[in-house]
């Protein structure tokens, strides 16, 4: 009920092509979806975040698109850079129902974007 | 946006000996904070939750005696390794809540303990 699944596990990709990620979820109580960034021997920093009021959100090159019935959220990185190479996570918690934003992380997807 | 520091970055230390881990907010308050422990190329598992003048609130299967928390300001937490294994060696995250911000968490760089 609390897992988050996040694939794929790692994934290469072309200097300026776009990097998909994807997340699916299975507890509906969850309602604020953050993805994060980590770099090696670094803590993850936040890229950006939803709320299954929304079914895009763009900043910058970074999208999230969610489907709230499917329970399934993407983050795509368009324009990807190999400055982007990097750790990436999906996360879900349950923010305005008492969670306390206690977040359930997805596995992790190692993107390396080649030149 | 906000930081959160951790301080030792980096730890090594004997078998058996205790080491402190300390996470403070530098521009916020932080009624909540939360450690986090990371093994290479997986994800992070929380170990507890950490809540301003109270006890701390452990996950399953993490041992409340082994890793003491101790939340005794609004931006100061820290997390004790008691008589550490080699076991133990891991990538330590605390992230803490701002207070005035609803919903987002920030995190800190991390501490690496190797325990010998």
């Known amino acids: 009920q609390q897992q988050v699944k996040q694939s794929p596990q790692s994934l290469i990709v072309q200097k300026g092509g776009i990097s998909i990620i994807n997340c699916a979820y299975e507890n509906t109580a969850f309602d604020y979806f953050p993805w994060y960034q980590q770099f090696p021997g670094k803590g993850p920093a936040l890229l950006i975040a939803i709320r299954p009021d929304v079914s895009e959100k763009k900043e910058g090159r970074f999208t999230i698109s969610f489907n709230k019935s499917a329970k399934q959220f993407s983050l795509h990185i368009m324009d990807s850079q190999p400055g982007d190479s990097a750790t990436y996570f999906c996360a879900a918690s349950m923010l305005l129902t008492g969670g306390g934003n206690k977040l359930t992380f997805g596995t992790g997807t190692q993107l390396k974007v080649e030149l | ?116």
């Open chain 2, 1 to 116: 946006g906000a930081v959160v520091s951790q301080h030792p970055s980096r730890v090594i230390c004997k078998s058996g000996t205790s080491v402190k881990i300390e996470c403070r907010s530098l521009d916020f308050q932080a009624t909540t904070m939360f450690w986090y422990r990371q093994f290479p190329k997986q994800s992070l598992m929380l170990m507890a939750t950490s809540n301003e003048g109270s006890k701390a609130t452990y996950e399953q299967g993490v041992e409340k005696d082994k890793f003491l928390i101790n939340h005794a300001s609004l931006t100061l937490s820290t997390l004790t390794v008691t008589s550490a294994h080699p076991e133990d060696s891991s990538f330590y995250i605390c992230s803490a809540r701002d207070h005035a911000v609803t919903g987002e968490l920030f995190f800190g760089e991390g501490s690496r303990l190797t325990v010998l």
